[in-house]
Protein backbone atom coordinates (compact mmCIF):
# COMPACT_ATOMS: atom_id res chain seq x y z
CA UNK A 1 0.00 0.00 0.00
CA UNK A 2 1.44 3.08 -1.14
CA UNK A 3 2.42 5.86 2.19
CA UNK A 4 1.37 9.05 1.50
CA UNK A 5 3.87 11.77 2.76
CA UNK A 6 1.35 13.91 4.20
CA UNK A 7 0.12 11.18 6.72
CA UNK A 8 3.87 9.73 7.31
CA UNK A 9 4.23 13.28 8.47
CA UNK A 10 1.38 13.34 10.75
CA UNK A 11 2.01 10.07 12.17
CA UNK A 12 5.43 11.28 12.77
CA UNK A 13 3.67 14.34 14.80
CA UNK A 14 1.51 12.04 16.59
CA UNK A 15 4.69 9.76 17.64
CA UNK A 16 6.40 13.04 19.04
CA UNK A 17 3.00 14.40 20.89
CA UNK A 18 2.74 11.22 22.52
CA UNK A 19 6.49 10.11 23.19
CA UNK A 20 6.84 13.71 24.52
CA UNK A 21 3.54 13.61 27.17
CA UNK A 22 4.90 10.05 28.42
CA UNK A 23 8.37 11.32 28.58
CA UNK A 24 7.14 14.68 30.75
CA UNK A 25 4.66 12.22 32.95
CA UNK A 26 6.68 9.85 33.83
CA UNK A 27 10.46 10.23 33.32
CA UNK A 28 10.27 13.39 34.24
CA UNK A 29 8.00 13.24 37.24
CA UNK A 30 10.62 11.11 39.00
CA UNK A 31 13.16 13.67 38.16
CA UNK A 32 11.44 16.69 39.30
CA UNK A 33 10.19 15.18 42.46
CA UNK A 34 14.15 14.04 43.46
CA UNK A 35 15.46 17.47 42.76
CA UNK A 36 12.45 19.00 45.36
CA UNK A 37 13.55 15.98 47.70
CA UNK A 38 17.00 16.79 48.10
CA UNK A 39 16.55 20.35 48.26
CA UNK A 40 13.93 20.06 50.66
CA UNK A 41 15.89 17.14 52.52
CA UNK A 42 19.34 19.22 52.46
CA UNK A 43 17.73 22.09 53.45
CA UNK A 44 16.27 20.26 56.79
CA UNK A 45 19.58 18.35 57.11
CA UNK A 46 21.46 21.70 57.01
CA UNK A 47 19.04 23.23 59.95
CA UNK A 48 19.43 19.38 62.33
CA UNK A 49 23.19 20.51 61.62
CA UNK A 50 22.81 24.43 63.06
CA UNK A 51 20.50 22.90 66.09
CA UNK A 52 23.12 20.14 66.86
CA UNK A 53 26.18 22.27 67.45
CA UNK A 54 24.28 24.10 70.00
CA UNK A 55 23.52 21.33 72.10
CA UNK A 56 25.62 20.23 74.64
CA UNK A 57 25.98 17.45 77.35
CA UNK A 58 24.49 19.87 79.80
CA UNK A 59 21.63 20.09 77.78
CA UNK A 60 20.90 16.65 77.35
CA UNK A 61 18.23 17.19 79.82
CA UNK A 62 14.56 17.82 79.67
CA UNK A 63 14.58 20.88 81.77
CA UNK A 64 17.13 22.66 80.16
CA UNK A 65 16.65 22.10 76.63
CA UNK A 66 12.90 23.12 77.37
CA UNK A 67 14.26 26.37 78.41
CA UNK A 68 17.01 26.75 75.58
CA UNK A 69 13.88 25.66 72.89
CA UNK A 70 13.14 29.03 72.07
CA UNK A 71 16.79 29.72 70.90
CA UNK A 72 17.60 26.39 69.52
CA UNK A 73 14.52 25.90 67.57
CA UNK A 74 13.81 29.48 64.71
CA UNK A 75 12.64 27.47 61.55
CA UNK A 76 9.71 24.98 62.97
CA UNK A 77 6.28 26.08 61.69
CA UNK A 78 2.65 24.29 61.76
CA UNK A 79 3.73 21.58 58.89
CA UNK A 80 7.44 20.66 60.35
CA UNK A 81 8.55 19.80 63.66
CA UNK A 82 12.19 18.83 65.45
CA UNK A 83 13.52 16.08 67.59
CA UNK A 84 16.24 15.23 69.81
CA UNK A 85 17.19 11.69 70.93
CA UNK A 86 19.67 10.58 72.72
CA UNK A 87 21.57 7.58 70.63
CA UNK A 88 19.24 5.00 71.90
CA UNK A 89 16.45 6.97 70.74
CA UNK A 90 15.57 8.15 74.31
CA UNK A 91 13.44 11.44 73.33
CA UNK A 92 14.77 14.53 75.23
CA UNK A 93 12.73 16.87 73.39
CA UNK A 94 10.58 17.74 70.31
CA UNK A 95 8.40 20.22 68.91
CA UNK A 96 4.91 18.44 68.79
CA UNK A 97 2.85 17.02 71.69
CA UNK A 98 3.77 12.80 72.51
CA UNK A 99 3.87 10.42 75.14
CA UNK A 100 7.26 8.73 74.21
CA UNK A 101 9.85 8.14 75.79
CA UNK A 102 11.71 6.31 73.33
CA UNK A 103 11.62 5.78 69.65
CA UNK A 104 10.52 1.82 69.23
CA UNK A 105 12.85 0.10 66.76
CA UNK A 106 15.36 2.74 66.65
CA UNK A 107 17.96 2.55 64.21
CA UNK A 108 20.02 5.47 62.93
CA UNK A 109 21.48 3.07 59.09
CA UNK A 110 18.54 4.49 57.58
CA UNK A 111 20.74 7.62 57.44
CA UNK A 112 23.75 6.39 56.58
CA UNK A 113 24.92 7.98 53.28
CA UNK A 114 22.56 10.20 52.95
CA UNK A 115 21.15 13.46 55.29
CA UNK A 116 17.83 12.24 55.15
CA UNK A 117 14.85 9.40 54.47
CA UNK A 118 11.44 9.63 53.65
CA UNK A 119 9.73 7.51 56.59
CA UNK A 120 6.70 7.10 59.08
CA UNK A 121 9.86 8.08 61.66
CA UNK A 122 9.86 5.00 63.57
CA UNK A 123 5.89 4.15 63.28
CA UNK A 124 5.12 7.99 64.71
CA UNK A 125 3.22 8.72 61.91
CA UNK A 126 0.78 7.47 60.40
CA UNK A 127 1.70 8.21 56.54
CA UNK A 128 5.38 9.38 54.95
CA UNK A 129 7.35 12.44 56.21
CA UNK A 130 10.52 13.57 55.07
CA UNK A 131 12.64 13.13 57.94
CA UNK A 132 16.53 15.03 57.77
CA UNK A 133 19.18 13.98 60.40
CA UNK A 134 22.33 15.64 61.72
CA UNK A 135 23.80 13.86 64.41
CA UNK A 136 24.94 15.64 68.38
CA UNK A 137 28.89 15.12 68.66
CA UNK A 138 30.83 16.42 71.63
CA UNK A 139 34.53 15.46 72.15
CA UNK A 140 34.47 13.37 68.61
CA UNK A 141 31.95 11.46 70.13
CA UNK A 142 28.43 11.29 69.12
CA UNK A 143 25.57 11.70 72.31
CA UNK A 144 22.10 12.26 70.42
CA UNK A 145 20.75 12.71 66.92
CA UNK A 146 18.40 16.05 65.76
CA UNK A 147 15.91 15.02 63.92
CA UNK A 148 14.04 17.83 61.35
CA UNK A 149 10.39 16.33 59.70
CA UNK A 150 8.69 18.05 57.44
CA UNK A 151 5.41 16.96 55.26
CA UNK A 152 6.32 14.88 52.45
CA UNK A 153 3.15 15.75 50.75
CA UNK A 154 4.21 19.38 50.42
CA UNK A 155 7.01 18.06 48.20
CA UNK A 156 4.34 16.03 46.00
CA UNK A 157 2.41 19.17 45.76
CA UNK A 158 5.60 21.12 44.67
CA UNK A 159 6.55 18.49 42.28
CA UNK A 160 2.92 18.39 41.10
CA UNK A 161 3.04 22.11 40.19
CA UNK A 162 5.87 22.33 38.30
CA UNK A 163 4.76 19.05 36.23
CA UNK A 164 1.96 20.99 35.71
CA UNK A 165 3.97 24.18 34.23
CA UNK A 166 5.91 21.58 32.22
CA UNK A 167 2.55 20.30 30.74
CA UNK A 168 1.28 24.02 29.95
CA UNK A 169 4.74 24.75 28.32
CA UNK A 170 3.91 21.05 26.47
CA UNK A 171 0.84 22.48 25.02
CA UNK A 172 2.12 25.79 24.23
CA UNK A 173 4.86 23.58 22.10
CA UNK A 174 2.39 21.59 20.56
CA UNK A 175 0.37 24.03 19.38
CA UNK A 176 3.20 25.99 17.75
CA UNK A 177 3.65 22.80 16.40
CA UNK A 178 0.07 22.58 15.00
CA UNK A 179 1.02 26.11 13.34
CA UNK A 180 4.35 24.45 11.41
CA UNK A 181 2.09 21.66 10.07
CA UNK A 182 -0.59 24.03 8.70
CA UNK A 183 2.21 26.08 7.14
CA UNK A 184 4.06 22.55 5.86
CA UNK A 185 0.71 21.62 4.68
CA UNK A 186 -0.23 24.93 3.38
CA UNK A 187 2.85 25.78 1.52
CA UNK A 188 5.05 22.29 1.04
CA UNK A 189 2.53 19.15 0.98
CA UNK A 190 -0.30 21.16 -1.30
CA UNK A 191 2.15 22.15 -3.62
CA UNK A 192 4.08 19.21 -3.71
CA UNK A 193 0.78 17.70 -4.47
CA UNK A 194 0.00 19.91 -7.31
CA UNK A 195 3.65 19.34 -8.18
CA UNK A 196 3.33 15.47 -8.47
CA UNK A 197 -0.65 15.87 -10.42
CA UNK A 198 1.26 17.85 -13.04
CA UNK A 199 4.06 15.38 -13.18
CA UNK A 200 1.34 12.48 -13.79
CA UNK A 201 -0.18 14.31 -16.37
CA UNK A 202 3.02 15.11 -18.38
CA UNK A 203 4.09 11.54 -17.38
CA UNK A 204 0.91 10.63 -19.74
CA UNK A 205 1.40 12.67 -22.24
CA UNK A 206 -0.93 15.74 -21.66
CA UNK A 207 1.46 18.70 -22.11
CA UNK A 208 -1.21 21.34 -21.85
CA UNK A 209 -1.90 20.89 -18.84
CA UNK A 210 -1.76 24.03 -17.37
CA UNK A 211 -3.34 24.06 -14.16
CA UNK A 212 -0.07 24.01 -12.19
CA UNK A 213 -0.47 27.49 -10.21
CA UNK A 214 2.50 27.99 -7.38
CA UNK A 215 3.31 31.65 -6.94
CA UNK A 216 5.75 31.37 -3.91
CA UNK A 217 9.29 32.85 -4.86
CA UNK A 218 10.86 29.40 -3.46
CA UNK A 219 12.35 26.47 -4.92
CA UNK A 220 9.06 24.43 -5.23
CA UNK A 221 7.94 27.89 -7.18
CA UNK A 222 11.41 27.78 -9.25
CA UNK A 223 10.69 23.60 -9.54
CA UNK A 224 7.00 24.82 -10.87
CA UNK A 225 8.43 27.02 -13.49
CA UNK A 226 10.50 24.53 -14.78
CA UNK A 227 7.94 22.68 -15.45
CA UNK A 228 5.83 24.42 -17.15
CA UNK A 229 8.04 25.22 -19.12
CA UNK A 230 9.43 21.77 -20.10
CA UNK A 231 6.00 21.03 -20.60
CA UNK A 232 5.65 24.22 -23.12
CA UNK A 233 8.52 23.02 -24.37
CA UNK A 234 7.72 19.33 -24.93
CA UNK A 235 4.07 20.90 -25.97
CA UNK A 236 5.97 22.52 -28.74
CA UNK A 237 8.01 19.45 -29.84
CA UNK A 238 4.80 17.21 -30.37
CA UNK A 239 3.43 20.02 -32.19
CA UNK A 240 6.93 20.52 -33.97
CA UNK A 241 6.67 16.67 -34.60
CA UNK A 242 2.97 16.63 -35.99
CA UNK A 243 4.09 19.32 -38.42
CA UNK A 244 7.07 17.89 -39.45
CA UNK A 245 5.77 14.54 -39.94
CA UNK A 246 3.09 16.76 -42.18
CA UNK A 247 5.91 18.33 -44.24
CA UNK A 248 7.85 15.79 -44.91
CA UNK A 249 5.43 13.63 -45.86
CA UNK A 250 3.88 16.28 -48.46
CA UNK A 251 7.70 17.32 -49.71
CA UNK A 252 8.75 13.66 -50.15
CA UNK A 253 4.45 12.33 -51.47
CA UNK A 254 4.70 15.49 -54.35
CA UNK A 255 7.93 14.32 -56.20
CA UNK A 256 7.08 10.50 -55.55
CA UNK A 257 3.43 11.33 -57.40
CA UNK A 258 5.03 12.45 -59.89
CA UNK A 259 8.08 10.31 -60.82
CA UNK A 260 5.27 7.20 -60.16
CA UNK A 261 2.58 8.91 -62.27
CA UNK A 262 5.26 9.57 -65.27
CA UNK A 263 6.98 6.31 -65.50
CA UNK A 264 3.33 4.16 -65.02
CA UNK A 265 2.28 6.64 -68.25
CA UNK A 266 4.71 6.21 -70.16
CA UNK A 267 4.42 1.76 -69.26
CA UNK A 268 0.90 1.70 -70.21
CA UNK A 269 1.45 4.44 -73.59
CA UNK A 270 -0.33 7.18 -72.22
CA UNK A 271 2.86 9.16 -72.96
CA UNK A 272 3.88 7.83 -76.64
CA UNK A 273 7.68 7.26 -77.07
CA UNK A 274 8.46 11.00 -78.70
CA UNK A 275 7.80 12.71 -75.48
CA UNK A 276 9.71 10.34 -73.04
CA UNK A 277 12.65 12.04 -73.08
CA UNK A 278 10.65 15.46 -72.18
CA UNK A 279 9.34 13.49 -69.58
CA UNK A 280 12.47 11.50 -68.23
CA UNK A 281 14.30 14.75 -67.69
CA UNK A 282 11.24 15.82 -65.12
CA UNK A 283 11.40 12.60 -63.46
CA UNK A 284 15.53 13.38 -63.21
CA UNK A 285 14.34 16.43 -61.60
CA UNK A 286 12.15 15.85 -59.19
CA UNK A 287 14.58 12.47 -58.25
CA UNK A 288 17.24 15.68 -57.85
CA UNK A 289 15.08 17.06 -55.55
CA UNK A 290 14.41 14.19 -53.34
CA UNK A 291 18.26 13.74 -53.42
CA UNK A 292 18.28 17.63 -52.38
CA UNK A 293 15.77 17.05 -49.76
CA UNK A 294 17.66 13.82 -48.54
CA UNK A 295 21.17 15.34 -48.13
CA UNK A 296 19.77 18.50 -46.31
CA UNK A 297 18.09 16.33 -43.67
CA UNK A 298 21.06 14.35 -43.25
CA UNK A 299 23.15 17.43 -42.97
CA UNK A 300 20.77 19.07 -40.78
CA UNK A 301 20.80 15.30 -38.26
CA UNK A 302 24.53 15.69 -38.23
CA UNK A 303 24.59 19.41 -36.98
CA UNK A 304 21.99 19.06 -34.63
CA UNK A 305 23.37 16.00 -32.82
CA UNK A 306 26.86 17.29 -32.80
CA UNK A 307 28.96 19.74 -33.31
CA UNK A 308 30.20 19.96 -36.51
CA UNK A 309 33.83 19.62 -37.82
CA UNK A 310 34.93 22.74 -39.17
CA UNK A 311 37.73 23.75 -41.37
CA UNK A 312 38.89 27.64 -40.54
CA UNK A 313 40.84 29.51 -43.14
CA UNK A 314 41.39 32.83 -45.02
CA UNK A 315 39.47 33.82 -47.65
CA UNK A 316 37.89 36.09 -49.81
CA UNK A 317 34.30 36.00 -49.42
CA UNK A 318 33.20 38.57 -52.15
CA UNK A 319 34.75 35.62 -54.37
CA UNK A 320 32.18 33.16 -53.25
CA UNK A 321 29.52 36.06 -53.70
CA UNK A 322 30.52 36.67 -57.07
CA UNK A 323 30.24 32.87 -58.26
CA UNK A 324 26.71 32.16 -56.46
CA UNK A 325 25.79 35.51 -58.22
CA UNK A 326 26.95 34.24 -61.65
CA UNK A 327 24.94 30.54 -60.80
CA UNK A 328 21.96 31.89 -60.62
CA UNK A 329 22.59 34.15 -63.69
CA UNK A 330 20.31 32.31 -66.41
CA UNK A 331 17.37 31.91 -63.47
CA UNK A 332 17.54 35.47 -62.60
CA UNK A 333 17.85 36.48 -66.45
CA UNK A 334 14.03 34.79 -66.85
CA UNK A 335 12.79 36.94 -64.14
CA UNK A 336 14.22 40.16 -64.91
CA UNK A 337 15.86 40.21 -61.66
CA UNK A 338 19.51 42.20 -61.04
CA UNK A 339 21.81 42.17 -57.95
CA UNK A 340 23.07 45.50 -56.29
CA UNK A 341 26.44 44.25 -55.26
CA UNK A 342 29.82 46.21 -55.24
CA UNK A 343 32.28 43.90 -55.73
CA UNK A 344 35.02 44.52 -53.09
CA UNK A 345 37.85 42.39 -50.99
CA UNK A 346 36.97 40.92 -47.45
CA UNK A 347 39.19 38.31 -45.88
CA UNK A 348 37.14 36.41 -43.33
CA UNK A 349 38.65 33.57 -41.42
CA UNK A 350 35.64 30.50 -41.17
CA UNK A 351 34.88 27.14 -43.18
CA UNK A 352 34.78 28.08 -46.39
CA UNK A 353 32.47 25.22 -47.85
CA UNK A 354 30.27 25.97 -45.13
CA UNK A 355 29.96 30.22 -45.32
CA UNK A 356 29.10 28.99 -49.09
CA UNK A 357 26.07 27.02 -48.58
CA UNK A 358 25.13 30.02 -46.04
CA UNK A 359 25.27 32.31 -49.20
CA UNK A 360 23.84 29.83 -51.77
CA UNK A 361 20.78 29.01 -48.86
CA UNK A 362 19.86 32.95 -48.59
CA UNK A 363 20.58 34.26 -52.31
CA UNK A 364 18.33 31.18 -53.32
CA UNK A 365 15.47 32.29 -51.06
CA UNK A 366 15.91 35.93 -51.89
CA UNK A 367 15.46 35.00 -55.43
CA UNK A 368 12.62 32.80 -54.39
CA UNK A 369 10.56 35.47 -52.83
CA UNK A 370 11.16 38.59 -54.90
CA UNK A 371 8.98 39.61 -57.65
CA UNK A 372 9.67 40.09 -61.26
CA UNK A 373 11.61 43.24 -62.21
CA UNK A 374 13.38 43.48 -58.75
CA UNK A 375 16.88 43.70 -57.18
CA UNK A 376 18.06 42.23 -54.38
CA UNK A 377 20.82 44.41 -52.47
CA UNK A 378 23.96 42.30 -51.30
CA UNK A 379 26.41 44.46 -48.97
CA UNK A 380 29.78 43.68 -46.85
CA UNK A 381 30.64 45.83 -44.38
CA UNK A 382 32.99 45.81 -41.16
CA UNK A 383 32.00 46.84 -37.11
CA UNK A 384 34.82 45.82 -35.06
CA UNK A 385 36.85 42.64 -35.87
CA UNK A 386 33.73 41.02 -37.46
CA UNK A 387 32.11 41.37 -41.15
CA UNK A 388 28.71 41.52 -41.77
CA UNK A 389 27.02 40.23 -44.85
CA UNK A 390 23.65 41.94 -45.48
CA UNK A 391 21.24 39.85 -48.26
CA UNK A 392 17.90 41.89 -49.21
CA UNK A 393 15.52 41.52 -51.44
CA UNK A 394 12.11 43.69 -52.59
CA UNK A 395 9.87 41.30 -51.86
CA UNK A 396 6.86 39.65 -50.52
CA UNK A 397 8.22 40.34 -47.25
CA UNK A 398 7.58 37.94 -43.83
CA UNK A 399 4.85 38.27 -41.43
CA UNK A 400 5.48 39.30 -37.56
CA UNK A 401 3.80 35.87 -36.44
CA UNK A 402 5.80 33.63 -39.10
CA UNK A 403 9.00 35.85 -38.49
CA UNK A 404 10.24 33.56 -34.88
CA UNK A 405 9.54 30.11 -36.93
CA UNK A 406 11.56 30.51 -40.23
CA UNK A 407 14.17 28.84 -38.08
CA UNK A 408 12.39 26.02 -37.21
CA UNK A 409 12.80 22.69 -39.54
CA UNK A 410 10.16 22.57 -42.18
CA UNK A 411 8.49 25.74 -41.44
CA UNK A 412 7.49 27.20 -44.87
CA UNK A 413 5.83 31.49 -44.35
CA UNK A 414 3.53 30.29 -47.09
CA UNK A 415 1.93 27.21 -45.88
CA UNK A 416 0.19 26.82 -49.30
CA UNK A 417 3.26 26.45 -51.23
CA UNK A 418 2.02 29.60 -53.66
CA UNK A 419 5.74 30.86 -54.02
CA UNK A 420 7.48 28.23 -52.34
CA UNK A 421 6.40 24.95 -54.45
CA UNK A 422 10.14 23.66 -54.84
CA UNK A 423 11.42 24.32 -51.24
CA UNK A 424 12.28 21.69 -48.41
CA UNK A 425 11.99 24.41 -45.23
CA UNK A 426 15.26 23.19 -44.08
CA UNK A 427 17.77 25.53 -45.99
CA UNK A 428 17.40 28.38 -42.54
CA UNK A 429 17.58 25.92 -40.08
CA UNK A 430 21.15 25.10 -41.76
CA UNK A 431 21.86 28.13 -42.38
CA UNK A 432 21.08 28.66 -38.48
CA UNK A 433 23.49 25.48 -37.33
CA UNK A 434 26.49 26.56 -39.41
CA UNK A 435 26.34 30.41 -37.53
CA UNK A 436 26.27 28.81 -34.38
CA UNK A 437 28.49 26.41 -35.16
CA UNK A 438 31.36 29.69 -35.99
CA UNK A 439 30.04 31.13 -32.70
CA UNK A 440 28.29 34.03 -34.87
CA UNK A 441 25.46 35.92 -35.21
CA UNK A 442 22.47 36.09 -37.58
CA UNK A 443 19.08 38.26 -37.64
CA UNK A 444 16.46 38.57 -40.28
CA UNK A 445 14.64 42.14 -40.51
CA UNK A 446 11.48 41.81 -42.69
CA UNK A 447 8.17 44.01 -43.48
CA UNK A 448 5.43 42.32 -45.58
CA UNK A 449 5.22 43.62 -48.89
CA UNK A 450 8.29 45.56 -48.66
CA UNK A 451 11.05 42.61 -48.24
CA UNK A 452 13.33 40.86 -46.14
CA UNK A 453 16.83 41.21 -45.03
CA UNK A 454 19.45 38.71 -43.70
CA UNK A 455 22.46 39.63 -42.00
CA UNK A 456 25.33 37.14 -40.40
CA UNK A 457 28.37 38.17 -38.77
CA UNK A 458 32.24 36.37 -39.54
CA UNK A 459 35.39 37.29 -38.11
CA UNK A 460 38.46 39.28 -39.95
CA UNK A 461 40.80 36.81 -40.92
CA UNK A 462 43.62 39.87 -39.20
CA UNK A 463 41.28 40.35 -35.68
CA UNK A 464 43.14 39.14 -32.32
CA UNK A 465 40.05 35.91 -32.36
CA UNK A 466 41.38 34.78 -35.36
CA UNK A 467 44.94 35.20 -34.34
CA UNK A 468 44.63 33.77 -31.68
CA UNK A 469 43.22 30.24 -32.93
CA UNK A 470 45.85 30.59 -35.45
CA UNK A 471 48.41 30.65 -32.59
CA UNK A 472 47.52 28.62 -30.64
CA UNK A 473 45.91 25.73 -33.39
CA UNK A 474 43.06 25.41 -31.12
CA UNK A 475 40.42 23.02 -33.07
CA UNK A 476 37.71 24.31 -34.38
CA UNK A 477 34.18 22.50 -33.21
CA UNK A 478 31.38 24.38 -31.40
CA UNK A 479 28.34 23.00 -29.58
Request: net charge negative; glycine share 6%.
Amino acid sequence: MRRSVFWSFIAGYLFFAVMGFLVITFNTFDSVSKSILDTHGNSGANYASVVAKRITPELMQDSRLQEQSNLLLSYDDNTSSTWITDIYGNVFFSTVPHSLKTLTKFNTTVFENQRYNVGTFYGFYNSNVLVSYSPIEYDNDTIGYVFYITSYSNVLLETREIINLLYVAYAIIIFISMILLFIFLLYVYLPLKELRKAAFEYAKGNFSYDKLNIPSNDELGDLASSLLYMSHELNEAEEYQKKFISNISHDFRSPLTSIKGYIQAMLDGTIPPELHDKYLTIVLSESERLERLTSGLIDLNSMSTKAPGLIFEDFDIDIIINSIINTFHGRCEKRHITFDYTYGSHFVFADRGKIEQILYNLIDNAIKFSSDDSSIAINVYHKGEKYYCSIKDSGTGISKKDLNKIWDRFYKTDSSRGKDKTGSGIGLSIVREIINAHNQTIDVISTEGVGTEFIFSLLKSNSKEAKYRKTNNIEQKYT
